[in-house]
Structures are given as C-alpha cells and as structure tokens.
C-alpha cells in the first residue's frame, strides 16, 4: 500500500519540507510506491534518469567510482531524503549509482510528473530553489571539513 503523504510519518519528508501543504496530496497521487531489497540498485551510473526518488524507510548508498572501478566518493541517503534529481535537472546519465544498503522502501515520481509539478505550481519552484540551496551549503561545509582535517 502507497502511503499517503499527508499522513506521512518522516517529519524530514522532501515533501513535507519543501512543498506547500496545499501541494501535498498531488504529490501523493502521482508518486508511485516500491520496496527494494539490500544490494539492489535504484540506478547505475550512466543510465538514462527517468525519476525523482524519496528513501521512504530504509538506507542506501550513492556511489561514484574511480576509474579502477572502487568507491571514490560515495554518501548514504536517509529517510525523507530526495535523490536522483541532479543527472534528471541536467538532462544527462546518471554519474552515481543508487545501491540499497539495507531493505528499503521509495517513494518515486516520474520526470514528466515532477516537471508538470513545476510547470502548474510557479510556488514549486521557489521551494525547490531553497531546497538546492540548502544542499549546496550542506555540501559546502562537508568540503569545508574535509579539507581543515587534511
């Protein structure tokens, strides 16, 4: 069963943090909902983007490897966590890959859905500049620590 995203119980839904509460329940009706099992993958590095995604329950890893083919960056999205959406924004191929690290279930949309999104509610758009914003500086202070460590 498709939860519903106004009941939702990730108080750090994508959803619930960057959309009007008005916007909500168009969101839930056109996400669709899977569950994936440990070591699967959502996507692979240099596939077409088709979706947005949203880590309902569960943990994965997003995976960039070096040219030897071993991890050279990588991260673990969290619940309520949107991603997939750069290589989709971009219009290019997947530079990462999405592995599920521990069972899991998404909440997805598809690109003609989140696009109509935007295209219907001008107001989206404003949100989801915050959100890119916000993970801009998330990524700003992650280099920031990184470098004053070395």
């Known amino acids: 069963m498709k939860p519903d995203c106004q009941n939702c119980k990730n108080k750090n839904c994508f959803v619930l943090n960057y959309f009007p509460p008005e916007k909500v329940s168009e969101i839930s009706v056109k996400k669709s909902f899977s569950q ?3 070591g699967n993958y959502i ?5 077409n983007p088709q979706s947005v995604y949203i880590l309902y329950e569960g943990c994965l890893e997003v995976i960039k490897k070096d040219a030897n083919g071993g991890k050279k960056d990588f ?10 959406y750069r290589s989709l924004l971009c219009e290019e191929p997947h530079n990462t890959s999405a592995k599920v690290y521990q069972n899991s279930r998404i909440c997805e949309i598809s690109k003609e859905d989140f696009y109509e999104l935007f295209i219907k509610n001008e107001g989206l758009a404003v949100s989801f500049m ?8 998330r990524q700003e202070k992650k280099l920031e620590n990184k470098t004053t460590q070395n």
């Open 43 to 47: 996507y692979r590095k240099n596939s």
């Open 130 to 137: 915050k959100f890119l914003s916000d993970q801009l500086t």
């Open 75 to 84: 991260y673990f999205v969290e619940p309520g966590e949107l991603f997939g």
């Open 36 to 38: 994936h099992k440990n």
